[in-house]
């Protein structure tokens, strides 16, 4: 019984925190209206590029990168024109693990129908906490021709889905590219999504630039010491703080439609590790100081240990909610408030 009344009292302490969280976010939305809401027709920025050379030209250099391949910044070199492989175990294909409408995204992403995620096998990240592990590391999954990949888009919006939601993409933006100008020309006419690591060359980022409509990178750490330790990246922080920079400079602050359908913009997560392992005071003091205090940031609580998690004793707990808390005030602290769950109702309405 006294377990009971404990569990019911931190319950009714975090409501009380969430809903002052709310209150403090609020107070900030006041004029934001009309910066952050946008018509429900606005048209993706890749068909401006439709009918012209500029999209074959796009694809054109980021094929040429995969000659010797410097499509992300393990830089490897390989032939991936002739299936050479590197660090990412992919050759001249993508290779899609799944696809479908997903629910699980951010509510702006999800809407009624949901966010048409393609999840691709393989990845430039090695973390040893990997949820999607067999999908990441264990390259579970079917190659796709650029024909292949450009009817599944197309069939993800005939299902109705909001957006085309590409999950870790870095290795494999080349691919994309040839297949998003096959799918425009066959009619695609919905958001590009590029849901990433983090882990992104400023170089590739710049063909993505009025392609892409709503980036969507982690921001893992803030200590390259931890980066290479869990995620085998011994230059993090650096690159992916310049990828955040970039996507920034492109898309701007995260557009949400009267709808609540996230149209354009930048959507940052970052997941909150036990004993503070992901920095987390450090990775939203960035964000607030050199991207905008308007950024719209997914502070994830969903930690638990997974495939090689247990080798680190710190990892081999499940995040406590204290910490969660902690990392939230550390956010608001910092001056961010569009906190995805802590509105409330994910868009900014008043």
């Not at 006294?2 to 969430?18: L, P, S």
């Not at 100081?289 to 240990?305: A, D, F, K, L, T």
Request: charged share 20%; aromatic share 6%.
């Amino acid at each position: 019984m006294a377990g009971t009344e404990k569990t019911q009292e931190r319950e009714q302490e975090d409501h009380h925190y969430r809903q002052h969280a709310t209150d403090r976010s609020r107070s900030h939305q006041k004029g934001e209206k009309n910066t952050l809401l946008r018509r429900m027709n606005r048209t993706p920025v890749y068909l401006q590029l439709r009918n012209t050379k500029r999209l074959s030209e796009r694809v054109q250099e980021a094929l040429d990168l995969l000659r010797t391949c410097r499509v992300c910044p393990h830089q490897c070199g390989v032939n991936r024109l002739d299936g050479e492989t590197g660090k990412c175990h992919t050759g001249r294909w993508a290779i899609v693990s799944s696809y479908g409408p997903h629910f699980g995204e951010e509510a702006p992403l999800v809407g009624l129908y949901g966010s048409g995620t393609i999840f691709f096998a393989n990845c430039n990240l090695k973390c040893i906490f990997c949820q999607n592990y067999t999908i990441s590391q264990l390259g579970e999954g079917f190659m796709v021709t650029k024909e292949r990949l450009a009817t599944i888009m197309l069939s993800l919006q005939q299902r109705g889905c909001h957006n085309i939601n590409l999950v870790s993409p870095t290795h494999v933006v080349p691919q994309i590219l040839e297949a998003v100008e096959i799918a425009i020309s066959s009619g695609l006419t919905i958001p590009l999504v590029y849901n990433s690591g983090g882990y992104d060359s400023v170089q590739t980022l710049q063909l993505l630039e009025g392609i892409v409509d709503i980036y969507m990178p982690d921001m893992k750490y803030s200590d390259d010491k931890t980066a290479e330790k869990l995620s085998g990246i011994g230059d993090y922080t650096s690159i992916n703080r310049a990828a955040v920079k970039e996507m920034h400079r492109q898309v701007g602050d995260l557009q949400i439609n009267e709808q609540g359908i996230a149209v354009h913009g930048l959507l940052i997560r970052h997941l909150v590790l036990p004993h503070g392992l992901a920095g987390t005071e450090s990775v939203v003091k960035f964000i607030a100081e050199e991207v905008s205090r308007s950024s719209y940031v997914n502070i994830m609580s969903q930690y638990h240990p997974c495939y090689k998690a247990f080798e680190v004793p710190e990892l081999s707990r499940r995040l406590s909610r204290e910490e969660f808390l902690e990392a939230i005030k550390q956010a608001q602290k910092a001056g961010l408030h569009r906190l995805d769950g802590i509105l409330g109702a994910p868009v900014n309405t008043t």
